[in-house]
């Protein structure tokens, strides 16, 4: 691979302290952080702090039962709880559901890397009630954040997939696709699922390959961001036009074309991996982001 010469365009320390628990404390005297999901949203206060998580002794305040809760860890100190509520939960005066892909646009980063983790650790747990293999239902596993047959002995770990997104440069012009479930106006990168066996710079040969039709080279790896759509972690690149006409596959893909920065389409939200490699790209080409 080509390295990528830049300044940490994805830059952990800039994220505050999250220290990983499994097993809660004995006694909640402090006030904690509630991730509360009803399904894939997410519960938000709406007065005087837009987009923040709900903080409090005990989620009950807010007269919601849950179907399950798991203990997260800390915040800088602040223990964190993930909530699951039943699907026809209503949300408690001054405060809103906001489906994920909303909610990414209306919080900072940082918030979002943790309802990220929250929401992945909630579905995990809710889909690994029994077990896959035997039938039986699953015990969680000490000092882990694991299930366990009892029966069986099989092991279930929260799952992560991994998939690429790639951002292609033909000299000063970047190819931008769109997919039919983007908001209108909206393009992306090109991006897709590892497949078993396969490496991530194969994958990006292959995705390219297979949504748009041309071949790349001079692959360079960028980064990676956790991403709960449904539970990826996005492995960045950059690469270059190498030959080949586009011709979008029109499933995943029903647009695409190379754009300068003077006509470039809608962009995905500020703190997703594809607008900081669009934004790498806008800096390369000497504007402003």
Request: glycine share 8%; with cysteine; aromatic share 10%.
């Amino acid at each position: 691979m080509t390295p990528v010469d830049r300044e940490n365009p994805i830059c952990p320390e800039s994220f505050p302290e999250f220290i990983i628990g499994i097993e809660p404390p004995a006694n909640r005297t402090e006030k904690a952080l509630w991730f509360i999901f009803r399904g894939r949203e997410v519960l938000l206060k709406l007065n005087k702090n837009p987009g923040a998580i709900p903080k409090m002794l005990d989620f009950g305040e807010l007269g919601l039962s849950g179907t399950r809760e798991q203990y997260l860890g800390t915040l800088e100190g602040t223990h964190c709880y993930s909530v699951e509520l039943p699907e026809d939960a209503q949300a408690p005066e001054g405060m809103k559901f906001a489906d994920l892909r909303q909610a990414y646009t209306e919080m900072s980063e940082k918030c979002f890397a943790l309802v990220n983790k929250a929401v992945q650790i909630m579905e995990w747990d809710r889909t690994n009630q029994y077990c896959s293999r035997c039938g039986a239902k699953t015990m969680q596993k000490p000092g882990e954040r694991g299930k366990e047959c009892p029966d069986c002995g099989e092991l279930f770990y929260p799952r992560i997939s991994p998939a690429v997104i790639v951002l292609i440069r033909k000299e000063h012009e970047v190819l931008m696709a769109r997919s039919p479930n983007f908001i209108p106006g909206m393009y992306g990168l090109i991006a897709g699922f590892v497949e078993p066996g396969e490496s991530a710079e194969a994958a990006v040969v292959r995705e390219t390959r297979e949504e748009v039709g041309i071949k790349v080279k001079n692959i360079s790896y960028f980064g990676t961001q956790a991403w709960p759509f449904p539970n990826s972690l996005m492995i960045g690149f950059t690469a270059e036009y190498d030959s080949g006409e586009i011709q979008p596959d029109g499933f995943e893909i029903e647009d695409a074309g190379w754009f300068s920065v003077e006509n470039l389409p809608g962009l995905p939200g500020k703190i997703s991996i594809a607008r900081k490699l669009i934004d790498y790209f806008l800096k390369e080409e000497g504007l402003e982001v």
